[in-house]
């Protein structure tokens, strides 16, 4: 079913805002996404066993 009024020109007006608001999530996702890989990157190697933790909160080793 088609639509009764296609007035491109209005209707390009009338999506201008929700458009922009589309775009600034994306783009505030991608920006959130970069950090979260970059966070992942730096703290890849670091251990995170739990037990490996002492009470003092040093890390500990055990041979």
Do not use: C
């Not at 805002?17 to 505030?28: E, I, K, Q, R």
């Not at 950090?35 to 670091?46: F, H, I, P, Q, V």
Request: glycine letters at 16%; proline letters at 8%.
């Amino acid at each position: 079913m088609s639509a009764p009024e296609t007035n491109i020109e209005k209707q390009s007006k009338r999506h201008g805002g929700p458009l922009l608001g589309m775009a600034v999530g994306v783009g505030f996702a991608l920006i959130l996404l970069v950090g979260w890989l970059t966070w992942a990157a730096y703290n890849g190697d670091t251990p995170g066993d739990p037990e490996a933790v002492g009470p003092t909160g040093e890390m500990t080793t055990t041979d």
